[in-house]
């Protein structure tokens, strides 16, 4: 099972940016499809940016598409989401999630979130 790390949140105000980090551990980190989710207090975990095993899939979230960038380094086992013009509603704590289908709910592992919140 491979195991996740995010890092590089923080506070930063509107119209700046951002770049998230995730670590995994293991050899296995080139198998899994990797996405980006984020959650509010009271709301649900929505999704954000995700991408394929290979690099070659990506898709993003209505919200976030034109502003974000997701990337993955499988020799580094790290995969990135470069967020730009960031916006107040971007405050959220972002977790880093690992899927063997890329197009599944089923998240086969959760990172323990990184807390990103953005000054109007």
């Known amino acids: 099972q491979v195991q996740l790390v995010e890092s590089g949140g923080g506070l930063v105000q509107a119209g700046g940016s951002l770049r998230l980090s995730c670590a995994a551990s293991?050899?296995?980190?080139?198998?899994?499809?990797m996405g980006w989710f984020r959650q509010t207090p009271g709301k649900e975990r929505e999704f954000v940016a995700a991408?394929?095993?290979?690099?070659?899939?990506?898709n993003f979230a209505d919200s976030v598409k034109g502003r974000a960038t997701i990337s993955r380094d499988n020799a580094k086992n790290t995969v990135y989401l470069q967020m730009n013009k960031l916006k107040p509603e971007d405050t959220a704590v972002y977790y880093c999630?690992?899927?063997?289908?890329?197009?599944?709910?089923?998240?086969?592992?959760w990172g323990q979130g990184t807390q990103v919140t953005v000054s109007s």
């Open positions: 999630a690992a899927k063997e289908d890329y197009y599944s709910d089923y998240v086969n592992a």
């Open positions: 293991g050899r296995t980190f080139s198998r899994y499809n």
């Open positions: 991408i394929s095993w290979s690099g070659g899939r990506t």
